[in-house]
């Protein structure tokens, strides 16, 4: 046993920094390597919009069986990664369809079950249901039909594992990087009293998904909303009880 | 086809009400038409007395010929086995009407709904506000005056139907078929 204390060194060599460059090389490595696993074990959330829901069963079950290929159901948003948007979407539902979307953790993917979710299908001139999906909340595929078959069903979630296991399934990033112009889309629709309980903004920060459309005019709005949150309402903000159209 | 007759127990009820016009249709329906004034009265009649408990129904129709809402009340009777739907006619202007909650609980509902879709008020009915179409702001979207196809272009846009994922859908072989009837020229 030595007697000298011990030195510490200024500068440790066990902790060089690692540049940024190189972190983010392995990063990507992880990335990939992730993207891998998850396109083998997806949950799709248990949420049914239209008459498509009748094709599910099947799918998922002994007949068709998607859990041998590992996709399987799942009861909660928090815990999902694919919304299926399973038909038409009536103007009340595609706001709960967002606020389901906006809970699920990134990487999270949609895929647009039938013919009603590109372009309205047979609800095309119906004012209660809108027309394409991917204006409001945007949208990894989409399977053509009403309704498509079980068959269908599982090429697409095929597909969609091809593509997340070659990290070509980014629609997600775009939520983020255009958050305005959803948003925009959205207040369009439901009008500018919209807004949900997640800050997608900070969540684009956390992810590094900002980009040049992440703000905007219609982000503004919302600033406007926290700002009435906060009994700091402007002058020309909408009278209370505004938001009671919101939700029933 | 032999004409149906009027079943004998509806008549000996209702036979007294004036101007009332009973016509018997396929199996056990029978059609009532009544002036809006009498309407309760038979509601009423044909409950306490032939157990027309069941209100299955009011529906309403535009009629802009006429400038008219047609409301028909649809009840079924466990006892009599049968439908009788008795339709009233009142003027689109100011479309009000008298409601039947009194009679028939669930017709708060049915007059909600109408109130909504086709922007009928009536009277006494307990409740009128929002019922299924929370946010919308427009006229009421049943009404035959109403363009559903014109707001839809104004309020939606549509998917170009030559779009990228189609592409590839046909390098696979699918895709639309151009050729099959229906097709866009
Ligand atoms: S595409 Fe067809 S089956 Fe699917 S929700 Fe629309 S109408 Fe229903």
Redesign the pocket.
Known sequence: MSDTTPVIPDQPEVCRTVDAEERGVWRRVMDRFADHCRARSLFVLHYCT???AIELPPTITSRFDMERVGVSPMVTPRQADILLIT??LSVKTLKRVILSYEQMQSPKYVLGF???TING???WNSYATVKRLDQYIPADGFIAG??PRPEAVQQVFLDLMKKIDAGQANAWQDYYLNYDRYLGNQMALFGEEWHTPVDVIAEAEHYGYVGDGTRGRFTEILDRHAAYALRDAPEDYPERGANERLLP | MKQAQVPAVLESVLHEIPGIQITPKEGSRVRVDVAPGALPAILELLKGQLGFMHLSAISCIDWPQTDEFELVYTVWSHEQKMTVSAHVTIPRDPGEYVSVYDIHTPAGFFERDIHEMFGVRFDGSPNLRKFILTSWNGPPPMLKSFDTLAYVEETFQWVDYRPEWLRDIEAKGGGIDSEGEGAPS
């Open positions: 239209g008459c498509g038909g038409y039938g013919s009603c299908g047979m609800y009403c309704m």
